[in-house]
């Protein structure tokens, strides 16, 4: 992954610049995680995007013609760009860099939830304030993933920490105490 941060940092970094010099970080940020939601979902754009028998004036066209209308020119100008450097393989990691450095300059933290069922706007607003009274940083961005195998509860990873409140968690836990104690 090192290698591949190197690689898609100058791109990230120099999109962030251009998005705050245009006042539109906020709105690129939210297109990037769409576009990285289609990207990881769709096999045939990603396979299509990063084929390299496709001629980069195709790929572009083909990105211009889906995404266009839907995405700010800053970033339709980063996919053009990646496309004319042969570069598509590595947009997944370009667009989360990009917002990881979007997070770091608006000071973000980003938990990583796992939950056994889907949570409602109340309990997803108290988490959110109890992850972000925890974190102590100006706002927490809550990335949520529905686990039916926690059984019930729920796991939270922010950065190297991880609270785990799931029945499975605790049950695993139970199960070693007692392996402990015979």
């Known amino acids: 992954m090192p290698l591949l941060n190197t690689l898609a940092t100058p791109y990230a970094e120099a999109l962030l610049q251009v ?6 970080s906020d709105d690129v940020a939210a297109q990037c995680k769409e576009l990285l939601a289609v990207w990881d979902s769709s096999t045939a754009l990603r396979d299509a995007m990063t084929s390299p028998v496709l001629e980069p004036a195709a790929k572009k066209q ?17 996919l053009k760009v990646l496309a004319d450097r042969q570069r598509l393989t590595a947009l997944d990691a370009v667009l989360r860099r990009y917002l990881e450095l979007y ?3 608006r000071n973000i933290s980003l938990a990583h939830v796992r939950c056994a069922q889907a949570l409602s706007d109340d309990q997803t607003k ?3 304030a109890k992850v972000q009274s925890m974190v102590g940083t100006g706002s927490v961005e809550i990335d949520l993933t529905i686990d039916a195998s926690l059984i019930g509860g729920f796991v939270i990873n922010i950065g190297s920490q991880v609270i785990d409140a799931s029945l499975s ?3 695993r836990r139970l199960g ?3 392996a402990k104690a015979s």
């Open 62 to 78: 083909a990105l211009a013609q889906l995404l266009a209308e839907q995405i700010k020119p800053s970033l339709m100008n980063l």
């Open 176 to 178: 070693l105490s007692l």
């Open 19 to 24: 998005t705050d010099g245009r006042s539109e």
């Open 103 to 105: 997070r770091e300059s």
């Open 169 to 171: 968690g605790q049950v």
């Open 126 to 128: 108290a988490l959110t």
